[in-house]
């Protein structure tokens, strides 16, 4: 009994901390997906605000200069993307027609960015498995219109913090189970102990005593003791009655019992006349 009580205790502990680690896991991931999301979209929207100052061009240059000294700012995009912590940018560019040109960044596609909801000037920012993005409009020199896009994988920065459970939660394991066994010893003593009596009472041990509980404890294993107790002390009782019946009984019959063997005696003796 002791050990199925441990072993109730135990796997009560176990999942508590089951539930209260996925409960953990699955807010933490949820805040840390909405902490993202809401991040990406305010940095892509401050992003595209700046980004004609990044692409524009202050004197006339030919077609080949243009283009490297887009190629450059553009290369500041990819070490801006390592200052504020993105995973990816991009900068895409609207054609007169509404053809999005540009590198999108990985596990993204078109259908992605909402290109209707851009349209409108709006700024989106969602979330695809573990990655979270976010696209905002921008109009650059000339009238040229840019998206820029920003990605960023979600972390809820639980790898220590997963580690650290782990070992807590084997700790508090071997607690439960030292703490089981120990409470499961004192809860089961009393029924061992009134095992232990009626197994001498059967045995003939009548004068077999439980030690008594305090007078205010009024639990049931409390109540167990005093009631072994109580059927010893009965039993001892009615065997005290049964031998004092038996020896009175026995005196009784003793006299005349006495006296027959007596007169007998004398018959036989020739003494008294048989008749």
Do not use: C
């Not at 009615?238 to 004092?244: A, D, P, T, V």
């Amino acid at each position: 009994m002791t050990r199925r009580l441990a072993l109730v205790i135990v796997g009560v502990v176990v999942a508590t901390l089951l539930l209260a680690g996925a409960g953990t896991l699955l807010l933490s991931a949820a805040r840390a997906r909405s902490t993202t999301v809401k991040e990406l979209r305010a940095q892509a929207v401050e992003m595209a605000g700046n980004i004609g100052q990044v692409l524009e061009i202050d004197e006339p240059l030919s077609a080949a200069e243009q283009a490297k000294q887009l190629r450059n700012r553009l290369r500041l995009l990819g070490t801006l993307r390592r200052v504020v912590a993105l995973d990816d940018i991009s900068v895409l560019i609207v054609g007169p027609d509404g053809e999005v040109q540009g590198e999108l960044p990985t596990a993204l596609s078109i259908a992605d960015l909402q290109l209707d909801v851009l349209a409108t000037g709006q700024s989106i920012a969602d979330n695809r498995g573990k990655l979270a993005f976010a696209a905002a409009p921008a109009a650059g020199p000339a009238g040229r219109q840019y998206i820029v896009v920003v990605s960023r994988r979600i972390d809820a920065g639980l790898g220590p913090a997963f580690v650290l459970f782990i070992w807590a939660s084997g700790a508090t394991i071997l607690l439960a189970l030292g703490a089981a066994y120990l409470l499961g010893r004192r809860l089961t003593r009393p029924i061992r102990e009134a095992s232990t009596a009626t197994q001498h009472i059967a045995a003939g041990q009548l004068s077999t005593r439980i030690t008594e509980p305090p007078a205010h404890h009024h639990d049931e294993l409390a109540e167990l003791s005093r009631n072994v107790n109580a059927m010893a002390a009965s039993l001892e009782r009615s065997r005290g009655l049964e031998q004092q019946f038996l020896l009175s009984v026995t005196h009784d019959l003793r006299t005349p019992l006495t006296s027959i063997r007596g007169y007998a005696e004398a018959i036989d003796d020739g003494n008294v006349d048989p008749k």
